[in-house]
């Protein structure tokens, strides 16, 4: 007759699979960060999991496929996260736009810090493209970049229609507010790898608002 313990072997097993699996795919996203895409090995990858490289390929069918799983996961997070702060931070249109651009910003900035990860896989991503799958580069672009700015066009374009901005290229307008904002904050702390004082941060951030709201802001003739 089988034990008590016995009987519970296989169930256990089966349900470890999944966290084996997530430590893979964590363990990749750290090494694929650290090393990128051309440079990652199978087996630097099961070290850093902890794995032996039979279990990733008993998982992944190699590193194409476990790169572009990581990268897509990773993205969809980010995604998600920043998508929701956009919503959050211009919910409402029609409000006056400086404290939401200003918390959008720092929101932005510190989930930058939480996925810190994800953004230093970006980094290498953007070094080596020439060297990424590309239909993993399609992806994570669809995924991330162009979800993200698509939402943060949308909200700036119902901002435009309520009277708030003066925008004739909303895309445009986007990219003009991350580039003052995030890409600037980005730029001055060499890419995240070297974070920048809260003081110096917040200075970026509403200067950049202000510069940005300097050129969309509606003109005195266009509310007269």
């Given amino acids: ?34 090393d990128g895409y051309a440079r990652a090995g199978i087996d630097a990858i099961a070290a850093e999991a902890g794995v032996s490289t039979r279990t990733i390929y008993h998982h992944f069918d190699g590193k194409d496929d476990l790169f572009s799983v990581v990268v897509t996961a990773s993205t969809t997070r980010v995604a998600d996260t920043l998508t929701e702060l956009i919503a959050a931070h211009l919910n ?23 996925f810190a990860d994800h953004f230093a896989m970006v980094r290498q991503i953007n070094i080596e493209a020439n060297h990424v799958p590309a239909a993993t580069l399609h992806t994570w672009h669809e995924t991330g970049p162009a979800r993200v700015v698509a939402a943060l066009t949308e909200r700036l374009a119902a ?46 951030i509403t200067t950049g608002v202000t510069a940005f709201l300097d050129g969309y802001r509606p003109r005195a003739q266009d509310t007269a």
Avoid at 4 to 30: V, Y
Avoid at 92 to 99: E, F, S
């Fill in 1 to 34: 007759m089988r034990s008590e313990a016995t009987d519970t072997t296989k169930p256990q097993m089966r349900r470890g699979r999944p966290g084996k699996r997530a430590a893979i795919l964590a363990a990749a996203g750290r090494v694929f960060g650290r």
């Fill in 92 to 114: 409402d249109p029609a409000a006056p736009p400086h404290r939401g651009l200003v918390a959008l910003a720092h929101d932005w900035v510190a989930a930058q810090a939480e």
């Fill in 159 to 204: 901002m435009a229609r309520q009277g708030t901005l003066r925008v004739s290229d909303s895309e445009r307008a986007a990219s003009h507010y991350l580039l003052l904002t995030v890409a600037a904050i980005d730029t001055a702390s060499y890419h995240g790898a070297v974070p920048l004082p809260p003081a110096e941060t917040t200075v970026i």
